[in-house]
């Protein structure tokens, strides 16, 4: 299988390369008057102790000039209550998804369940495999049991 070739980034034409390649912003240089940043699909992890302005000097900036889609962890809506109106205001469609509150944007998985009932016993059974994990190490694949428990309380 051929690799893609990657595409020169001038150095000319700084926006050029920000269309291209949004940046990730690192921080700013300790000397001199520029952002540090990591262009591309690359990893970044940041570890620093609770209270040392993570949020502050990392999250939010990225959250504010990111031009592409994120996912965000987020459970006490700091960085949701500081970026999500500026995201809107830029023409994003913005959610707040947290499962143990009933004010954010939901997802019902049993709704993936077919109407048609041709399909709906095997949906019923995919996805309490995929929500309902056995104990038994054999049947964890899929590969002997199936899971009735559940059978019920999604054909009513």
């Not at 959610?95 to 109407?115: G, K």
Request: aromatic residues 8%; contains cysteine; charged residues 20%.
């Amino acid at each position: 299988m051929a690799k893609a070739k990657p595409q020169p980034i001038s150095p000319d034409n700084p926006q050029e390369r920000i269309e291209e390649h949004p940046a990730f912003l690192l921080g700013k240089h300790p000397t001199k008057d520029v952002f540090l940043a990591s262009y591309g699909q690359q990893f970044v992890m940041l570890a620093a102790p609770p209270g040392s302005m993570k949020g502050v000097s990392a999250v939010i900036p990225n959250l504010l000039s990111y031009p592409d889609s994120m996912v965000v962890n987020d459970p006490k809506f700091e960085n949701w209550d500081v970026t999500s109106g500026f995201r809107a205001s830029a023409g994003h469609k913005v959610y707040r998804f947290s499962p143990e509150r009933l004010e954010t944007h939901r997802w019902n998985p049993v709704s993936a369940i077919s109407r048609d009932p041709l399909y709906r016993l095997g949906d019923i059974r995919t996805l309490a495999r995929v929500l309902f994990v056995s104990d038994n190490p054999r049947t964890r694949s899929g590969t002997t049991r199936p899971v009735t428990s559940s059978h019920p309380s999604c054909c009513t």
